[in-house]
């Protein structure tokens, strides 16, 4: 009887819409940008507040071998109005979730409401957003819910955030951490360094120029012409299964046979656009991990991790990676020197970030893999050749 609750939730859904969540209280709050001061430093005094609307819930996504998993995840809902948020939003989960991107000095103020579980009404889980790595000055609003506030279902929270240093981040919920990061919520962040639209040549005398960076470097260093947010991810299709059917969650018997990139595996990764998918034709898995660049630039991978489960071995056969920050600091010694790191393989564990420069100035055109060195890990469930993997073009 337990099995056969999805088909029951999807009877209840009317019931639902008209009785309870969809005529919660959706609410947002996005202030005015009216103190005259130019935190951004673009020259506009009154364009630096950034107001986005995120949805907790449900959905599905499909593996790249065509297996349909159930999921947890986020969706973007900015601009749509308070009263069709529920339904716009609900079975609307993506994985991963909607990419965050934001300019140093930006105020950030993010609002979540918690759409609840369209295939389990019988789940009334709170969510939380963790900007992960970011120094929050306000406990309140870092998500962590045993020193801040989780939005139960049908409820919103408007977090805070004053972007004031560069680098790459990521985010997830929280609540029932292990759960809930397992099921699928989780997504890139990346703030902008104030440098971006200034002109440096680097290396000097080069003749190369750039007016986009990883960091403030002040000598061009972190300069790039292509960037690619990169999220490490694993899945246990079981666990999955189990929470779709109402079962014990296998949570000492996790065994992640989905290893992704960008919520996809191997050959979904070099897939350009948006993939929907096969339960209800939504988009569900919204981020290509395709790279594409023309001989001489220089690329920059923003690279994270969320497994819940093990650490990954990230290389590119063919072309050195240069690690110029982690987890959101440049690699800069206290006199000033650059402590860039140059390697052929660059190893991840969850909750760790790099940010990795690839120079194509001596690479011959061609197709390079990016991919994990586990071989294990290069596969989707029991289908070989897939897995966390994907590829970088190089054009003449």
Not at 236 to 256: G, I, K
């Amino acid at each position: 009887m337990m099995k056969a609750l999805p088909r029951l939730a999807l009877l209840l859904v009317p019931l639902l819409l008209a009785a309870g969540p969809a005529r919660a209280a959706v609410s947002t709050q996005c202030p005015p940008d009216t103190d005259g001061v130019d935190t951004d430093g673009d020259g506009n005094p009154a364009n630096d507040h950034v107001c986005i609307h995120l949805a907790a819930g449900d959905g599905f996504a499909d593996m790249a071998n065509g297996r349909l998993l159930y999921v947890f995840g986020f969706s973007n809902v900015t601009g749509v109005p308070n009263a069709r948020v529920m339904q716009e939003a609900m079975l609307g989960a993506q994985l991963p979730a909607p990419t965050l991107v934001v300019k140093q000095g930006q105020r950030l103020y993010l609002t979540l409401t918690n759409v609840g579980m369209m295939m389990r009404p019988d789940l009334f889980d709170a969510h939380s957003v963790h900007w992960h790595g970011f120094p929050n000055a306000a406990p309140i609003f870092d998500g962590v819910p045993e020193a801040s506030i989780a939005i139960n279902m049908g409820a919103s929270l408007t977090y805070f955030y004053a972007a004031e240093l560069p680098g790459t981040y990521m985010y997830h919920c929280h609540v029932e951490a292990a759960e809930h990061i397992q099921m699928g919520m989780v997504g890139n962040l990346y703030v902008l360094p104030a440098q971006d639209g200034t002109e440096r040549e680097y290396p000097a005398g080069s003749g190369r120029r750039y007016r986009r960076f990883a960091y403030n470097d002040g000598d061009g260093s972190t300069g790039y012409d292509v960037a690619a947010p990169i999220q490490l991810a694993s899945l246990d299709p079981e666990f999955h299964d189990a929470s779709l059917s109402v079962q014990p969650l296998p949570f000492a018997a996790m065994r992640d046979t989905f290893p992704l990139l960008n919520g996809r595996g191997y050959p979904a990764t070099v897939d350009p656009l948006p993939r929907s998918n096969s339960h209800d034709g939504r988009v569900s898995q919204p981020v290509s991990s395709l790279i594409r660049a023309t001989r001489g630039q220089r690329i920059l991978l923003r690279l994270s991790s969320l497994s819940t489960t093990e650490y990954f071995t990230l290389t590119v056969p063919g072309i050195s990676m240069q690690v110029v920050g982690r987890d959101a600091r440049l690699l800069r010694g206290t006199t000033g020197e650059n402590l860039y790191q140059t390697t052929t393989t660059l190893t991840l564990g969850g909750g760790e970030s790099a940010d990795v420069i690839l120079d194509t100035a001596a690479i011959p055109p061609g197709t390079y893999f990016l991919h994990t060195t586990h071989l294990h890990a290069l596969s989707n469930d029991t289908e070989d050749l897939g897995g966390m993997m994907t590829e970088i073009v190089i054009t003449p």
